[in-house]
């Protein structure tokens, strides 16, 4: 009875979903942010990520970064006439990292 193998599956699962929710919010508001151009957040960036490390992340986060960027930029954006960022990633990551760190 010590080892219930329908416990652990579902204690696995839901320990990968919030993990993966709590670390994605955490990436996504931080990649948003970037892009929005706060200074804080692209030092944070700069100095917590390498290029490789970050570009991993954010291929993993993808879902997360949308939705993020949806409630943060669209919504506002589109309710209270928001300035807009455009979502890109290519200019963060050239803002961030520039053309040396891809080689």
Do not use: C, N, Q
């Not at 709590?22 to 942010?33: K, P, Q």
């Not at 892009?35 to 991993?56: C, D, E, F, N, P």
């Amino acid at each position: 009875m010590m080892f219930d193998t329908a416990y652990w599956l579902i204690f696995v699962a839901l320990a990968t979903s919030l993990t993966y929710l709590v670390w994605g919010f955490v990436v996504a508001v931080e990649v948003v942010l970037g892009m929005s151009g706060s200074g804080v957040a692209l030092r944070w960036i700069k100095a917590h990520h390498s290029y490789k490390h970050l570009y991993v992340e954010v291929l993993v986060f993808y879902p997360m970064i949308l939705l993020t960027y949806l409630f943060l930029e669209l919504v506002p954006h589109y309710l209270f006439g928001a300035l807009l960022t455009p979502f890109d990633m290519d200019e963060l990551f050239e803002r961030l990292f520039g053309d040396d760190a891809r080689a």
